[in-house]
């Protein structure tokens, strides 16, 4: 008889976990892969651009977005980098208030969601403030913040909160709400207290949820980004993105863009990274 072990099933699938490992392409193919697909847009790119389907005021070709990075991060005409900042300071200031309204998010949404998921009267009280807000476009009530907290970096930091609590708050009381009602019962069957229960059982199996609620909120804040910064945004590279408009200036807000992207993706893949290292169980049970 063969006997079967852990080790030869992958959980869930019954597809051998050696046969998943063999049938799974390795990190130079995947590399190689990504590496091609972005050769094969840059060259999509260049050949619209030098057919001249569009004007360059549409659709520059990628040789002038690329020398707006070298004027980005050089002094050029007497003038340092773009708007007066070089493209390190512009995205680091951006940096700065994204970090900044994300960290308020998660000291105030994961106790409000903790709450959210613990108390019946609560939730029923304020869970649909919460979901009102998760709605509302950053726009709709950023002059408001402006009046209220004027145009320096504590409205955009207010901005961001308000664009990263939501989901941080909803994500952690779906992980309460989800834990398993055994778990808790055997917690308390060998004697531990409320505060005992909250800290080392609902915690520990909510915090998954958690780590993708701040996903979700790093997503938010950097699509909000823009938004923040439109009234005295410089330095700032949703600032600069937006002063683009007034020249009409495709090459720098493409540029803007591609910096975006890459700085939100590093960032996604530095929390997925953390998430395997804090909750290496999540997704095998």
Not at 128 to 137: A, G, K
């Amino acid at each position: 008889m063969t006997v079967t072990t852990d080790l030869d099933i992958a959980v869930g699938d019954g597809i051998p976990a050696r046969r998943r490992r063999r049938d799974r392409p390795s990190r130079v193919a995947v590399t190689a892969a990504r590496a091609v697909s972005v050769l094969v847009l840059l060259g999509v790119w260049w050949l619209v651009a030098r057919l001249e389907i569009w004007s360059e005021v549409i659709l520059p070709p990628p040789g002038r977005v690329w020398q707006a990075f070298v004027d980005s991060v050089t002094t050029h005409d007497g003038r340092r980098g773009l708007a007066g900042y070089y493209l390190w300071q512009h995205l680091w200031a951006s940096f700065w208030r994204i970090l900044n309204g994300l960290f308020w998010s998660i000291v105030i949404g994961v106790p409000v969601g903790l709450l959210l998921g613990t108390s019946r009267w609560f939730r029923l009280l304020v869970e649909p403030y919460v979901s009102f807000l998760r709605s509302l476009p950053p726009l709709a009530y950023f002059s408001l913040l402006i009046i209220w907290f004027g145009i320096d970096d504590t409205s955009k930091i207010w901005l961001l909160f308000l664009a990263g609590f939501p989901p941080i708050a909803l994500a952690t009381a779906s992980g309460v709400l989800s834990v398993r009602p055994g778990h808790i019962e055997s917690a308390r069957a060998l004697g531990a207290s409320r505060r005992q229960v909250l800290l080392y059982t609902i915690l520990p199996s909510t915090l998954p949820d958690v780590i993708t609620g701040v996903r979700i909120a790093i997503g938010f804040t950097w699509t909000t980004i823009v938004a923040a910064e439109t009234s005295n945004g410089v330095p700032g590279i949703g600032g600069l993105a937006w002063s683009t408009k007034n020249q009409l200036q495709t090459h720098i807000a493409i540029l803007c863009v591609i910096v975006i992207g890459i700085t939100a993706f590093a960032l996604d893949a530095l929390v997925r990274r953390v998430e395997q290292r804090v909750v290496p169980w999540k997704g095998r049970v």
